[in-house]
């Protein structure tokens, strides 16, 4: 019996082994007799602290080397990207450290030389065209595009020293690197800047005293996250004078739009959307846009118009008019040193001296920054300003027709601007900072006054007429009259301001939006274009430098902070240019810009920047036009604006 029963127990004890193991197995232990190992039993926290550590020193490597090799991997993608093809062959640029792929001085034009000379653009559409503008056979090899190329052929201001050649038709393309991947990402909005100034200088070359800072700055690049286009096209006489020859005008604008189609047939290979092209212009290039986006032939090739104060006046000059006005220029016998050909100039450098210092400076004093005269009837202004700088561009009834030049054929999203004091660029007289008070209303009185009984009143229009308007609450201190700022915004309402009113009359209703913006700032002085002209106020082309930030690499404006510091300017002017950067990414993309109003036909909205600031005050540009239409008797106000 007990052998019996010890049997049964054994054989009990393998049943339970095995429904042990199978309990293992198939499903959880019982906390009664699981076997847990020493760490989970006795060092349970101080394990999972060991892991926890060990996950964080993983984590800390897998960091670092991210930061490490990502450099290396940008690097790689970098390199790939800077790398294009164009209908004339594959481009390699160069990788701006603040990233920026930069692809400088692609020839979008034959060069304008010999044959070429006083001819319209000959553009790149065959192969043979790509060999001859290249200078070589096509290839696999990429062309290096890393330099700027010289601007086209002008004095320098003042000193009329010679610089740049005559070939120079060059485009360069900025293409901003998303952050996020490191690499160009596709279909980029397009900002084609157009830079300029009187029609005689300027260009998208390095070294240019008359166009330093107006290169667009990496940080605005990939702030508005638009590709960025700037260009070299023919100025001064071989730009914008009609050889009698030739009798082919407006070369200038041609050469525009040569660029403009270069750019709707290659763009996509830099990543841009040809379809979303915006057109900037300020100074004179702001009056060239203007004159495309209103020609049949150059509204279609821009899809957005963004311009700073350009020339509103009518152009007058007829073809006819400019073959006899250039046959006299071009006429040997008043140049017997000079090199000529059938009896015409056919010296680049003497032709460019055409228009020199000398006859430049008594238009810009006469004319485009002076008060006008109302107490006198001049007969001709062109009498006392030989070649006719008042009259630019050529009314051939093709590329430039009068008959549209208020009345486009083709409305396009627009933004149109202004300094508050566009004038101060060339102060006329040139005494104007000796000015005190008194003799600030005699000189008003000498140019406006018409009569007796008129003179007090006038002066009294004019004193509150123009209060500076302003975003903030800040208090205007009362003090004597700053007589550059008010003579300056007096001639910029006479010139611009308040002729754009009425223009903007006429165009509101087209069924695209009108965007009309109003800047005003002070800065430490400076000369902007190498005109020996120091200006603190808003001048002529001011905001397209904050746009670009160009006073970030301006010689001038960087070397005068040595000697007249002014605390948080610098932090001002970012902050403006933050605002205007941030109005183009909205505006080159969707074409609206929702923190601004558009005119209505009852109410000219005015955006006024003021601080980095933007608000609307009511109808604050209003009295200071209806001073004068006082002044001059009629609320047509065109007959004082920038002729062109």
């Known amino acids: 019996m007990i052998r019996s029963q010890q049997t049964t127990t054994s054989g009990e004890e393998e049943v339970d082994q095995i429904s042990w193991e199978e309990a293992v197995l198939g499903r959880s232990p019982s906390v009664s007799n699981l076997r847990v190992s ?40 970098f390199q790939a990207q800077s790398v294009v093809s164009t209908i004339c062959g594959k481009l390699q640029g160069i990788v701006n450290p603040e990233g920026v ?4 001085g692609i020839p979008y034009a034959l060069p304008p030389v010999g044959p070429n000379r006083f001819k319209r653009p000959v553009e790149l559409t065959t192969n043979e065209l790509c060999k001859q503008a290249w200078g070589s056979n096509s290839s696999d090899t990429p062309q290096l595009v890393t330099q700027y190329k010289p601007p086209c052929m002008q004095l320098e201001p003042i000193t009329d020293k010679l610089v740049g050649d005559e070939d120079c038709l060059y485009v360069n393309v900025f293409v901003p690197i998303s952050e996020q991947t490191g690499t160009t990402s596709t279909t980029k909005p397009v900002i084609v800047q157009m830079s300029g100034l009187f029609f005689l200088y300027g260009g998208s070359a390095d070294g240019l005293s008359v166009s330093a800072g107006q290169q667009p700055h990496a940080q605005t690049v990939r702030n508005v996250d638009a590709i960025h286009v700037t260009f ?20 200038g604008l041609y050469d525009q739009l040569a660029v403009l189609r270069w750019i709707r047939s290659n763009i996509g290979s830099f990543g841009g959307d040809p379809t979303r092209v915006t057109l900037f212009g300020y100074g004179s290039g702001a ?47 008043s140049n017997p040193k000079a090199s000529c050909e059938e009896g015409y100039l056919n010296d680049a450098q003497s032709i460019v001296r055409l228009w020199s210092w000398s006859h430049t400076e008594p238009w810009l004093k006469q004319k485009l920054f002076s008060l006008p005269d109302l107490t006198s009837n001049i007969k001709n202004m062109r009498e006392s300003i030989r070649f006719w700088f008042d009259r630019i561009l050529v009314d051939d009834g093709n590329l430039v027709d009068s008959r549209r030049w208020y009345n486009p054929s083709y409305a396009v999203p627009t933004v149109i601007g202004q300094t508050g004091h566009e004038a101060a660029l060339y102060l006329a007289p040139d005494t104007v900072p000796f000015w005190d008070e008194t003799f600030y209303q005699q000189y008003l009185l000498s140019r406006l006054a018409q009569g007796e009984s008129s003179k007090m009143d006038l002066i009294t229009q004019l004193r509150f007429a ?99 510091p002014k605390d948080g300017e ?15 990414n909205e505006f080159s993309r969707a074409g ?53």
């Open 38 to 77: 020493e760490c989970r039993r006795r060092l349970s926290s101080v394990c999972w602290l060991n892991l926890a550590l060990l996950m964080a020193l993983m984590i800390a490597v897998a960091v670092i080397l991210y930061f490490v090799v990502q450099p290396y991997v940008q690097a790689r993608n």
């Open 101 to 104: 792929v930069a692809f400088l």
């Open 232 to 251: 070299s096209y023919r100025v001064g006489p071989l730009g914008f004078l009609t050889h009698p020859r030739t009798k082919q005008p407006n070369l």
């Open 287 to 333: 009056t060239c846009a203007l004159a495309l986006s209103q020609s049949l032939l150059g509204h279609s090739l821009f899809d957005r118009l963004w311009v700073s104060a350009p020339a509103l006046g009518l152009p007058k000059l007829t073809l006819e008019e400019a073959i006899i006005q250039s046959e006299e220029l071009f006429d040997c016998n």
């Open 466 to 564: 123009l209060t500076d308007p302003t975003c903030s609450n800040r208090s205007q201190p009362k003090q004597l009259v700053d007589v550059e700022a008010h003579l300056t915004a007096l001639i910029t309402d006479a010139r611009y301001t308040c002729p754009l009113t009425q223009i903007i009359r006429q165009w509101i209703g087209q069924g695209q939006p009108i965007y009309r913006y109003y800047l005003i700032s002070t800065h430490r002085r400076f000369d902007p274009y190498a005109l020996s002209s120091f200006v603190s106020l808003a001048f002529h082309g001011w905001d397209g430098m904050l746009y670009l930030r160009g006073y970030l690499s301006h010689p001038d404006y960087l070397s005068s902070g040595l000697v007249t």
């Open 570 to 584: 610098l932090e001002e002017l970012l902050q403006m240019s933050q605002l205007l950067n941030k109005v183009m």
């Open 592 to 644: 609206r810009i929702r923190q601004w109003k558009p005119s209505e036909p009852d109410w000219d909205h005015v955006n006024l920047i003021d601080e980095g600031q933007v608000c609307r005050p009511w109808k604050f540009l209003e009295q200071r036009c209806k001073v004068w239409e006082h002044l001059t008797g009629s609320g047509d106000l065109l007959h004082l604006a920038w002729s062109v």
